[in-house]
C-alpha cells in the first residue's frame, strides 16, 4: 500500500464557536445530614464506650467505632432498632465480616421476633434458607 502526503490538499472544516456560557454565582451547598439523623447519631454515640473489645474478632482496641449493621436507607432503623455494634477498623473495612454481622444480628432479633417483622423493618431476610 502506498500513502502519498495529503497535508497540502487537506483542508479541515472549522467548527463554529460556541459562546462560552456565563458561569454561575451561585454556591453549591452540600447536603448536610438531617437534623433527625443528626439527633439519632448523638444519642447513640451517647451511650457507647469506645475503647473495649470489638464485638467481633474479639480484639481490645482504643478507637471502636459504632457500625449501623443496615445501613443506606436501613441506617436510622438501625439506630432505632439497636442494631448498632461496637467493631474495630479492621472489622469494619473487611465486607465478609459486615455479611456475617448482618446475619448474626438477624437471628438474634430472631429469637424474640419473627422473620417476617425483621422483613417489614429491614426490607429483605440476610439469612439463606437450604
Known sequence: MIVTNLSNSFNPVPKTQQKNKPISTKKVEIKKKSSKLAKLERQRDKDLIKIGICEFCGKYSKKLEPHEV?????????????????????????????????????????KEHTRQEFIDIIGKSYIRRK
Open 70 to 110: 443496615y445501613g443506606g436507607s436501613n441506617r436510622k432503623r438501625s439506630i432505632q432498632h439497636k442494631f448498632v455494634k461496637l467493631i474495630c477498623r479492621e472489622c469494619h473495612n473487611n465486607e465478609e465480616i459486615i455479611n456475617q454481622l448482618r446475619i448474626d444480628v438477624q437471628k438474634e432479633y430472631e
